[in-house]
């Protein structure tokens, strides 16, 4: 499997997933690049020290993200959502491949809550064209939108039930924090790097 992280300038977040992956797993191939990087920029400082202090070693030159890369790539796993859309605005063709690295790591119980959240717009769109056919001619405009939003407010409390529950699928950004910041975003990094190789061994050697 080929798998490319990608982040913003690909010298903190992305070459991180990058090294971690590459150390907990020689079988899969890794690289790493950014939305708006340079070619050539070193590893940050900050990024570099805390995976010494963790034993992994890094060699690392910020890329851009390019057609090749992300066709070479079979999995492209972003830091962040804004990341995400970047890549599906500017390289649609492969957008089937774009995850965040959170998302992806989470796997059906996250495709499991974004359902549950479709269903229930769907559910409220239903309601709100049903109740406007029906009432069309009963009340007048600011009437309506009194009587509309009465109807739907069960439904529009449960949809911001369900948005505030959906989690964060972003990686922090370390970037002109200190140490203690970095060390924190390697370690939800790593975090998650843990759960993909879970989801990565269950689909390649499936039970049965």
Request: charged share 30%; hydrophobic share 35%; glycine share 6%.
């Amino acid at each position: 499997m080929n798998i490319l992280f990608v982040c913003t300038g690909n010298t903190c977040r992305s070459p991180m997933a990058e090294a971690l992956l590459k150390k907990n797993n020689g079988n899969v191939n890794v690289k790493s690049a950014g939305v708006f990087a340079s070619k050539g920029a070193p590893i940050s400082g900050g990024a570099r020290q805390v995976l010494e202090e963790a034993g992994v070693e890094v060699n690392h030159q910020s890329q851009p993200v390019t057609p090749e890369l992300l066709e070479w790539a079979d999995l492209v796993l972003t830091m962040s959502e804004q990341h995400k859309q970047s890549l599906a605005m500017q390289y649609d063709q492969w957008q089937d491949k774009y995850y965040t690295l959170k998302e992806y790591a989470a796997g059906d119980q996250a495709a499991a809550d974004w359902e549950n959240l479709k269903q229930a717009y769907t559910k409220i769109e239903e309601k709100r064209i049903q109740f406007i056919n029906d009432n069309r001619n009963k009340y007048e405009d600011d009437k309506m939108q009194q009587e509309l939003y009465e109807a739907l407010k069960e439904d529009l409390k449960e949809i911001q039930k369900l948005e505030n529950e959906l989690p964060s699928f972003d990686i922090s950004d370390p970037f002109g924090g200190d140490i203690a910041i970095y060390r924190e975003t390697m370690k939800e990094i790593d975090n998650n790097i843990t759960y993909l190789l879970k989801k990565i061994d269950a689909d390649q050697y499936p039970e049965g």
